[in-house]
C-alpha cells in the first residue's frame, strides 16, 4: 500500500530579529542538561523537551540569557564555578548564556512534582478527577506557597537581575505552566519591559478551573498572567477560554476586556491574547529521516510493515489515550478477521514522568493491553502490536515515513506535533486519523479523518476506513497535511511573536 510520492522541500527563511539588543529566555528546563560521570567529571547534552526545539532559532543569534532551574545534580555541580552566575553554553549550536536557579530540592519537588505536573497539568487537561492521589486542602496549599510561588519569586528576581545587567534595551520571554506568576512579579520591578508568556498545554474553561482549584490560586494565576504584554496560547479556543475567565473572575475588579481586540487592561496595564500555533521544522525533521542513523533504523523498521500499517508516536501518558487507541484496534481485528497477517499496528512510546504513581500504573496498563491483543490475534508469522518502549526519535521519524494510518487521539492536547511530524515525513500517502480536542485538529480538520477520543467504535471506523481509503482521496489527505505543515512551520510560529514583540517596541 506503499506508494511513493515525491516531497517538495519548503524554503527555509531565518527568523526576524528582536528590535532589541538583549533576549531573556525563562523556561523551567534549560537548554543544556549536565549530569555527572561515574569519575565525577562533568558531561552535558542538549535539554529535553519541545521548548528547547522550538526556540532554537531564536538563540542562534543575539545576545541572549536563558533563566531556567538547576533539575539535576550536574546542573547544581556546574553552578559552583560559574562566574558571575553565568554559565556559557557548551554546545556551539546554542549559543547563549546560562543562568541556572538552585533551589532546595523540596522546594521544587512541590513546585515540579505537586502544584505543576499532579495540580495544574491536570487541571489544564480537564484530567484532574482522575489524579487518584488527590490533594487535600492543607497539602495544595503547603505546595503552592512553599513550592510553587517560591519558585516563580526565584525566576522573576534572576529575570529582573539579568534585566538590570546591563543598561541596553531587552525583552523577556517566559514559556508554559510552570511560571503563571512570574511576569507580574517582574512588572513591578520594570513596568515598561516588553514581555511576552507561551502557554503550551491547553487552557481550560473557566468554570473548569473555578471547579477544580481554590478561588485565592485561581485569580494569582490570572493575575500573574496579566503582567505580560502579549500572551500566546496554542489555538484561539484556548485564547477566548482566557478572555471568559479574565472577564468572569476579574471584571467586578476593573479588568477590561475587548473580545474583538483580544485585549484586556488589568492596574493601567494592556495584554494582548493571541494564539500562535506552535509547528515544526520541517527542514530539520526531513534532514533525520536522511541521515545515517535513520539508514540504520530502517534495516529494522522495513520488515515489520506489512500490507495495511498503522503507527502511533507517543509519550506514555493518560492524556494521550493510548489503552483507547489499542482497543479500537481490538475492535477493527475482530470486526475484519481479512485484515488478520495483512495489518501491523507499530507503537513507538515513551516513558514519561516515572516518579508519579499514575504514570507508572497507565504504563502498567498500556503494555498490558498490548500483550492482550497481541495473545488474542497472534500467528506463528503475525504479531499485530509492534511496540518500541523508548525514547529514539530518530527511529520514530524514520518509522512515520511509512505509516499507511497515524493514529493521534489524545483526551486533549495543546497542540500534538506527532499530527504534523507525520505528514511532513511520510512518503505513503498515509492519512491522519486525529482528535477533534487536540490543538492540531485547528488547522488538520481538512486533512483528516476527524475522531472523537471517548468512543473507541468510533476511531475503530475510522482506522479501518482510512486503511481502505482509495488512493486518489489517500493522496488528497495527504497531500493537503503536509502543505499545511509546510506554509505553517516553527520559523513562522517564531516570527509571529518576535513581529509582534517588535510592534510593541514601537510604541515604547
Known amino acids: 500500500m506503499s506508494s511513493s510520492i515525491q516531497q517538495p522541500s519548503p524554503t527555509r527563511n531565518e527568523p526576524q530579529s528582536l528590535q532589541v539588543n538583549r533576549f531573556i529566555i525563562a523556561t523551567n528546563r534549560g537548554p543544556v542538561e549536565y549530569t555527572v560521570s561515574r569519575d565525577h567529571g562533568l558531561k552535558f547534552r542538549r535539554g529535553s523537551g519541545g521548548v528547547v526545539t522550538a526556540l532554537s532559532g531564536i538563540v542562534k543569534s543575539g545576545n541572549t540569557t536563558w533563566v531556567a532551574l538547576a533539575m539535576t545534580d550536574g546542573d547544581r555541580q556546574a553552578l559552583e564555578n560559574a562566574p558571575d552566575d553565568l554559565l556559557e553554553s557548551p554546545i556551539r549550536a546554542m549559543p547563549v548564556h546560562l543562568r541556572y536557579i538552585e533551589v532546595p530540592k523540596g522546594v521544587y519537588r512541590k513546585h515540579y512534582d505537586m502544584m ?58 517566559l514559556h508554559d505552566y510552570h511560571l503563571y506568576l512570574v511576569s507580574a512579579q517582574v512588572r513591578e520591578r520594570h513596568p515598561s519591559i516588553v514581555m511576552q508568556q507561551f502557554i503550551h498545554i491547553p487552557w481550560p474553561e473557566f468554570r473548569y478551573w473555578s471547579s477544580s482549584l481554590p478561588t485565592a490560586i485561581m485569580s494569582a494565576i490570572f493575575q500573574g498572567l496579566l503582567g505580560n504584554d502579549i500572551l500566546g496560547f496554542q489555538t484561539r479556543h484556548d485564547a477566548d477560554n482566557f478572555l471568559e475567565g479574565v472577564q468572569a473572575l476579574l471584571a467586578s475588579e476593573g479588568a477590561q476586556v475587548d473580545e474583538e481586540r483580544r485585549e484586556i487592561v488589568w492596574k493601567d496595564h494592556q495584554t494582548q491574547v493571541r494564539d500562535y500555533p506552535i509547528s515544526i521544522s520541517v527542514t530539520d525533521e526531513r534532514k533525520v529521516v536522511q541521515s545515517r542513523a535513520s539508514q540504520h533504523a530502517l534495516k529494522h523498521i522495513q520488515p515489520l510493515l ?11 501518558e493518560p492524556t494521550k489515550n493510548i489503552v483507547q487507541g489499542f482497543h479500537a484496534y481490538d ?58 518502549v523508548q525514547n529514539d526519535r530518530v527511529v520514530a521519524l524514520t518509522a512515520l515515513q511509512f505509516y499507511d494510518t497515524l493514529l493521534v487521539n489524545p483526551v486533549i492536547d495543546g497542540m500534538n506535533l506527532v499530527a504534523k511530524e507525520g505528514p511532513a515525513v511520510n512518503k505513503s500517502n498515509g492519512v491522519l486519523v486525529l482528535s477533534r480536542s487536540s490543538g492540531a485538529f485547528q488547522q488538520l480538520a481538512q486533512a483528516s479523518i476527524p475522531i472523537s477520543p471517548s468512543d473507541h467504535l468510533e476511531t475503530a471506523e475510522a482506522l479501518y476506513n482510512a486503511l481502505m481509503l482509495p488512493a486518489e482521496e489517500r493522496q488528497r489527505l495527504s497531500q493537503l497535511a503536509r502543505e499545511e505543515v509546510e506554509r505553517d512551520t516553527l520559523n513562522v510560529w517564531i516570527e509571529q511573536q518576535i513581529r509582534d514583540m517588535n510592534d510593541l517596541f514601537k510604541t515604547r
Open 116 to 173: 505543576s505536573n499532579r495540580v495544574l497539568w491536570f487541571t489544564q487537561h480537564y484530567l484532574l478527577e482522575q489524579s487518584e492521589d488527590a490533594f487535600s486542602a492543607e497539602k495544595l496549599h503547603d505546595a503552592w506557597d512553599n513550592g510553587y510561588v517560591q519558585v516563580n519569586e526565584a525566576i522573576a528576581t534572576a529575570v529582573c537581575q539579568e534585566i538590570e545587567r546591563e543598561t541596553s534595551k531587552a525583552a523577556v520571554m
Open 306 to 316: 506489512r500490507e495495511y500499517t498503522i503507527m502511533r508516536v507517543d509519550r506514555i
Open 331 to 388: 475492535t477493527v481485528l475482530q470486526q475484519h478477521p481479512e485484515l488478520h497477517e495483512k495489518v501491523t499496528f507499530l507503537a513507538f512510546l515513551t516513558p514519561s514522568r516515572q516518579s508519579l504513581p499514575l504514570y507508572r500504573k497507565y504504563q502498567d496498563q498500556t503494555l498490558k493491553t498490548i500483550e492482550e491483543i497481541n495473545e488474542k490475534y497472534r500467528t506463528k508469522d503475525w504479531t499485530p502490536i509492534q511496540s518500541y
